[in-house]
């Protein structure tokens, strides 16, 4: 994936993740929202544990 891509800021995920909360406090579905910040890749703000290798072709 380009450099751009990985470090952005998914939007629209977040975007989903703040309606599947509101969601879940007023009691109502909110399943659908969270899958669709899944798959809309809100999870990509959560840090990983997982090392950032440099890139092989990337060589200084």
Do not use: Y
């Amino acid at each position: 994936m380009p450099e751009p891509v990985r470090k952005s800021v998914p939007v629209i995920g977040i975007i989903f993740l703040l309606l599947a909360i509101m969601k879940f406090l007023q009691g109502e579905s909110w399943v659908v929202w969270f899958i669709l910040a899944i798959a809309f890749g809100a999870l990509r703000l959560i840090p990983s544990s997982q090392s950032t290798a440099p890139d092989p072709e990337h060589k200084a």
